[in-house]
């Protein structure tokens, strides 16, 4: 009788919107360090199903879901002022790309959002691969 319960429950389950996802990022964005996300000021945070057709040409990406996420504008290490007309930083989350990749890893669906999200972020910092990791598990201990 359970298990019918379960069924009945994932039959009535619809995709994750890109309002989801935009609200799983806000969420991951609002647990990271403070001094972090104070870094970040101006950052804007995008979510689309797909990168573009440039995007997939820049970055030789053999599928449109070979790119889980984006971080276009200027880094922190490219230090100068802005330009007249210059566009705001920017995270680009790509719904579709981030989907497939939950479907075929066991994680939540709210640690790959923040993953991703962390990892282009970091790109914005010009952060290594070992400091995102620990942004990562200090996010997580502040949501348990």
């Known amino acids: 009788m359970a298990r019918l319960l379960q069924i009945a429950d994932w039959e009535a389950l619809e995709a994750p919107s890109l309002e989801d ?24 945070i995008a979510v689309e199903d797909f990168p573009s057709e440039d995007v997939l040409e820049e970055m ?3 599928t449109e879901f070979d790119i889980l ?21 920017m995270i680009h989350l790509y719904r579709r ?6 479907a075929e890893h ?21 952060l290594s691969d070992d400091d995102m990791e620990k942004i990562e598990t200090e996010a997580a201990t502040s949501q348990a």
């Open 21 to 44: 996802i935009d609200r799983l990022a806000r969420k991951a964005f609002s647990d990271l360090p403070t001094d972090f996300r104070n870094l970040c000021d101006g950052l804007v």
């Open 60 to 62: 030789n990406a053999e």
């Open 69 to 89: 996420g984006l971080f276009t504008g200027r880094g922190l290490t490219q230090a100068g002022t802005g330009y007249t007309g210059e566009m705001p930083n």
């Open 97 to 102: 790309p981030i989907l497939d990749y939950w």
């Open 106 to 126: 066991e994680e939540s669906l709210g640690s790959v959002v923040t993953h991703v999200l962390v990892h282009e972020i970091g790109h914005h910092f010009g």
